[in-house]
Every structure is written in C-alpha cells, then in structure tokens.
C-alpha cells in the first residue's frame, strides 16, 4: 500500500461538530462549492457515499466504511481497479479547535503510482484546505 497523508491543519471549531458534520456527507452537500475544482470535480454526497471526478483516475467513489464519534471517519472505495482508503483523524487541540490530518492509503502498481501519485497528494492537500474553511457552526 501507497499511503499519503496530508499536511495537519487546525479547524477552529470543536471536535464534536466537526465530526458531526463530516461523518453526515449530506451536510457537505450546501458547500461543495468551496472545494476546488482545478484538481477535484463533480462532486455529489449521500448520508454514507461521496463520489468524484479526479484526474487521472476519473470518477471515484466512497463507501464510509467506520465511524469512530470525534475521532475518525473512513472510507473505502468502491469500483476502483484496486483499493484505496481515506481516512479523517480529527484531534482536539483546545476547546475550541480540532487537528485534521487526512490519510489516503492506495494499492498501486508501480504503472499506475507513477500516474497518479502527484494528483492525489495533491487533491488530498486541497481536500483538507477545504475542510478547514467550512462553516461546521452552521451546517
């Protein structure tokens, strides 16, 4: 497995809601907007599965596969050529703030790595600039 894991970032928000917001992908549904779209596209959201468009890969889906309350949500693909899971680790930093770190974790030949490595550090970066920026307060 190919892992990659993006730069730590601090949500100014609260565990708690941070959690309940991202482990509901109907609530992301209202700020997809915000997400870029340079790298990410296409965008839709259920209760439990989030679809995409990346390039090089095309669309991509996930299944959320565990919810661990204020912690950790995961994801798993679903109809990819190989697996890959997303995972948010959220910690608190104080009362008020949350640490976010997103981990992807790909199985990849080295054909297809070569390809999409530099896309999905990337994307995962964006990702997690993105999720930084949303009202948690509100959604």
């Given at each position: 497995?190919?892992?990659?894991?993006?730069?730590?970032?601090?949500?100014?928000?609260?565990?708690?809601?941070?959690?309940?917001?991202?482990?509901?992908?109907?609530?992301?549904?209202?700020?997809?907007?915000?997400?870029?779209?340079?790298?990410?596209?296409?965008?839709?959201?259920?209760?439990?599965?989030?679809?995409?468009?990346i390039d090089p890969l095309g669309k991509v889906a996930f299944l959320v596969e565990e919810r661990e309350p204020n912690k950790l949500i995961k994801f798993?693909?679903?109809?990819?050529?190989?697996?890959?899971?997303?995972?948010?680790?959220?910690?608190?930093?104080s009362e008020e703030q949350t640490r976010l770190r997103l981990q992807l974790c790909a199985d990849l030949n080295p054909f297809i790595k070569g390809m999409v490595e530099k896309p999905l550090a990337e994307a995962l970066n964006k990702l997690s600039d993105a999720l930084v920026q949303l009202p948690y307060d509100r959604l």
């Open positions: 497995m190919t892992e990659f894991v993006s730069q730590e970032k601090i949500i100014p928000h609260r565990d708690v809601e941070v959690f309940r917001v991202l482990s509901d992908l109907n609530k992301l549904e209202s700020v997809k907007h915000l997400i870029p779209e340079d790298k990410i596209s296409d965008f839709s959201f259920n209760a439990d599965m989030l679809t995409f468009r798993k693909s679903d109809k990819m050529g190989f697996d890959l899971f997303v995972a948010i680790h959220l910690e608190p930093e």
